[in-house]
């Protein structure tokens, strides 16, 4: 069937209420993926869990100003809103909402949801402001749809880490369902942003899977902390248009430092080794989460 199209907060909440009241017992939950838009094979993967494990699956759209600082893309951010109603109703949406600014923020937002610590690293040290805008309008997000389950993929995992954390200290009543990163067959990371890639940059991008895909042998070799960080940066230097912004291994979820001496396989917990790169004037992001297998893949 195809998804309905709301763009008020009102419809948005009059059409879940309806659902809620008439749904009966039988998968009566409210599945929830949030999304800047311009839909891609990751996002519908989200969309097409969030329909598995639910009754409804609301998409949002919505390029959120907060969440770019004042150099960053938001004018240019890719938009194509014929093309991701198209992808969502394959993947089994049932509500698309698509605000505009003045739907979310009619006044300037005096109010801000702020997470400390794990936000002091990686995207958060790299683009300061960034996730007191995701924090902020996923709270909105949050209180307006009110979902049994949100989805995001874990190619941004320090958002899922920051929600997650947001989401346990302000006892918001969601569970956070982390999916997989979905991958070209070349092994790029999914992104809204690839499609601003010349066909060079497309190339050679392809250094950070490829550098991730190596990471396992060389903390089973013996590396410490700053030895990896060293040997990453050296592997992806070999392209020429890579101008790295970070490459960092942290414990994960909680994003602290691992002591400097420390063999990582000596390391207890989760761990995330996080690239931030830029080809051109396109910054990608990729990483690899090195659970134990006792506490289970993500
Ligand atoms: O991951 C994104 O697309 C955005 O950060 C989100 C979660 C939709 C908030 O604007």
Redesign the pocket.
């Known amino acids: 069937m195809k998804p309905k199209i709301i763009r008020t907060i009102a419809e948005l909440r009059h059409e879940i209420n309806h659902y809620r009241l008439n749904a009966g017992t039988i998968k009566s939950t409210v599945g929830f993926v ?4 311009y839909l891609h094979e990751g996002h519908a993967s989200l969309l097409r869990r969030s329909a598995a494990d639910n009754g409804l699956t609301v998409l ?1 759209i ?3 100003p ?2 770019f600082g004042p150099n960053e893309d938001l004018d240019k951010y890719p938009r194509d809103e014929e093309h991701d109603i198209r992808i969502a109703s394959q993947a089994g949406t049932d509500l698309i909402f698509i605000p505009e600014v003045k739907e979310m923020y009619p006044q300037r937002n005096v109010t801000e949801v702020t997470v400390e610590e794990i936000t002091d690293r990686l995207c958060g040290s790299s683009r300061p402001g960034h996730f007191n ?2 924090a902020t ?2 709270t909105k ?1 949050f209180n307006i749809v009110q979902p049994n389950r949100a989805y ?2 874990l190619k ?1 995992a320090q ?1 899922i880490a920051v ?1 997650s954390r947001m989401v346990r200290d302000l006892n918001i009543p969601v569970e956070i369902v982390p999916c997989p990163t979905i991958r070209e067959n070349d092994g790029l990371a999914l992104s ?1 942003r690839n499609v601003f890639l010349g066909q060079e940059e497309r190339r050679q991008a392809l250094v950070l899977s490829r550098t991730l895909s190596k990471v396992t042998d060389w903390i089973a070799g013996g590396m410490t902390a700053p030895q990896l960080i060293a040997q990453i940066a050296e592997e992806i230097r070999r392209e020429p248009l890579a101008d790295i912004d970070y490459a960092d291994v942290l414990n994960y979820p909680d994003l602290s430092l691992l002591p400097s001496q420390l063999p990582l396989q000596q390391a207890s917990g989760s761990l995330i080794i996080a690239l931030a790169v830029r080809f051109g004037k396109t910054r990608l992001i990729d990483n690899r989460l090195l659970i134990p297998v006792e506490v289970g893949e993500y």
């Open positions: 949030p999304t800047m838009g949002s919505f390029v959120n907060l969440q805008g995701v309008v996923v997000l995001f993929g941004d958002q929600i809204s």
